[in-house]
Antibody, heavy 121, light 107 residues
Framework: QVQLVQSGAEVKKPGASVKVSCKAS????????MHWVRQAPGQGLEWMGWINPNSGGTKYALNFQGRVSMARDTSISTAYMELSRLRSDDTAVYYCARGAQLGAKFPETHWGQGTLVTVSS | DIQMTQSPSTLSASVGDRVTITCRASQSISSWLAWYQQKPGKAPTLLINKASSLESGVPARFSGSGSETEFTLTISSLQPEDFATYYCQQYNDYPWTFGQGTKVEIK
């Protein structure tokens, strides 16, 4: 059973950075893309990008290019998403979500519980 | 970016009703479309992939159809646990994009 457990809520000031972690259970961490999706309060879903946990390769949405960085630590089956130069409109719940097997095309199947990031002065 | 437009934005229905949600893509996405259900305070749950393929464990009252630019999600007989928000998502081209959501409310 795949389980993704994310780090706890964060409160940050504008201009700061935040790093959210996502620990995957099971021994399939390096075999599947890990996506990050965010949801502002009362709003819809916004795809941010993915990381290939095997190679460390990434694909980011242009909206976040230059501000987002995704990384992984395979020794502890954990993915990370860091967002810098935070603004108030970055206030959202950030989700990690496991996607397709590497090389395949498939949507996100298993989601973390979400991490609320609040940006406020 | 590919724009995904869902209609309606809100839908009021009763238990037992047949419900249909439409999702339109701004350009062809073949069948690379997913449907998700989201309940308040929870992460989304994948219902359907590749436009019409039901995920394991998803009740058969859910079905999806369509291709290219026009897609539908149908719930054949609405159950109390189906009151939620539904999102379509295209994964044909980057950035992957979602529709704005359709909230299914109790009538």
């Amino acid at each position: 059973q795949v389980q993704l457990v994310q780090s706890g809520a964060e409160v940050k000031k504008p201009g700061a950075s935040v790093k959210v972690s996502c620990k995957a259970s099971g021994n399939t961490f390096t075999g599947y893309y890990m996506h990050w999706v965010r949801q502002a309060p009362g709003q819809g879903l916004e795809w941010m990008g993915w990381i290939n946990p095997n190679s460390g390769g990434t694909k980011y949405a242009l909206n976040f290019q230059g501000r987002v960085s995704m990384a992984r630590d395979t020794s502890i089956s954990t993915a990370y998403m860091e967002l810098s130069r935070l603004r108030s409109d970055d206030t959202a719940v950030y989700y990690c979500a496991r996607g397709a097997q590497l090389g395949a095309k498939f949507p996100e199947t298993h989601w973390g519980q979400g991490t609320l990031v609040t940006v406020s002065s | 970016d590919i724009q995904m437009t869902q209609s309606p934005s809100t839908l009021s229905a009763s238990v037992g009703d047949r419900v249909t949600i439409t999702c339109r893509a701004s350009q062809s996405i073949s069948s690379w479309l997913a449907w998700y259900q989201q309940k308040p305070g929870k992460a989304p749950t994948l219902l359907i992939n590749k436009a019409s393929s039901l995920e394991s464990g998803v009740p058969a009252r859910f079905s999806g159809s369509g291709s290219e630019t026009e897609f539908t999600l149908t719930i054949s007989s609405l159950q109390p646990e189906d009151f939620a928000t539904y999102y379509c998502q295209q994964y044909n081209d980057y950035p992957w994009t979602f529709g704005q959501g359709t909230k299914v409310e109790i009538k």
